[in-house]
């Protein structure tokens, strides 16, 4: 079993700046890809970066590409999202999410198979 916990969440002025957590327990992250996710009111989860387990090539859907960064720490079981120059429609609820395998994602994106997934934390963008 990985447990997933999300933080760094909050309201931002847009163009502001936030970078989220997310810290694994149970398993170490070294071997797993990792991704997050995101879901607005309304709409459906969608993808938003991924990065494999090795800490290789990375994807940003092309919605956040040039203002988003995913990264990790397997040392600390800690991946990261450094959102920057965040916009009202950026608002939704933001997953981190892992698993064993590395599968398509529509829109031309690669990341994790969803296995296990995170609370979700809570990313508001005022205009």
């Known amino acids: 079993q990985v447990q997933l916990v999300e933080s760094g969440g909050g309201l931002v002025q847009a163009g502001g700046s936030l970078r989220l957590s997310c810290a694994a327990s149970?398993?170490?992250?070294?071997?797993?890809?990792m991704g997050w996710f995101r879901q607005a009111p309304g709409k459906e989860r969608e993808f938003v970066a991924s990065i494999p387990w090795t800490g290789g090539r990375t994807y940003h859907a092309d919605s956040v590409k040039g203002r988003f960064a995913i990264s990790r720490d397997n040392a600390k079981n800690t991946v990261y999202l450094k959102m920057n120059s965040l916009k009202p429609e950026d608002t939704a609820i933001y997953y981190c999410?892992?698993?064993?395998?590395?599968?398509?994602?529509?829109?031309?994106?690669?990341?994790?198979?969803?296995?296990?997934w995170g609370q979700g934390t809570q990313v508001t963008v005022s205009s």
């Open positions: 149970g398993r170490t992250l070294s071997r797993y890809a």
């Open positions: 999410a892992t698993g064993g395998r590395w599968i398509y994602y529509a829109g031309g994106y690669y990341g994790p198979s969803g296995d296990y």
